[in-house]
């Protein structure tokens, strides 16, 4: 069975920093992208970054690209989300997911295990 597993989260400062991680469990881990997706309240689910398995192939939603890094490291099947300058509407829940396909897709229907979510709050 799957598993997809987050931590990291929690209260920041705008302009402060956190890193989220998820580790996945009962695949191998190393064929299958990572994404990282994150609901805030009363609005839709929304596309953060994904990796490719590989490492190689990353995608970014256009708000966070050079404030928010993805990377994997594979030999701990544990993906990681580095952000910097957080911003107060970067406060989600953030969701952690793995997908069958070999692209860092942007739509959530490509993913089919997710985590049960991180609290992440940015206070201005």
């Known amino acids: 069975q799957v598993q997809v597993v987050e931590s990291g989260g929690g209260l920041v400062q705008a302009g402060g920093s956190l890193r989220l991680s998820c580790a996945a469990s009962g695949r191998t881990f190393n064929r299958y992208t990572m994404g990282w997706f994150r609901q805030a309240p009363g609005k839709e689910l929304e596309f953060v970054a994904a990796?490719?398995?590989?490492?190689?192939?990353?995608n970014y939603e256009n708000s966070v690209k050079r404030r928010f890094t993805i990377s994997r490291d594979n030999a701990k099947n544990t993906v990681y989300l580095q952000m910097n300058s957080l911003k107060p509407e970067d406060t989600a829940v953030y969701y952690c997911?793995?997908?069958?396909?070999?692209?860092?897709?942007?739509?959530?229907?490509?993913?089919?295990?997710w985590g049960q979510g991180t609290q992440v709050t940015v206070s201005s």
């Open positions: 990796i490719s398995g590989s490492g190689g192939d990353t």
């Open positions: 997911a793995t997908s069958a396909g070999p692209k860092p897709v942007v739509a959530a229907g490509e993913y089919d295990y």
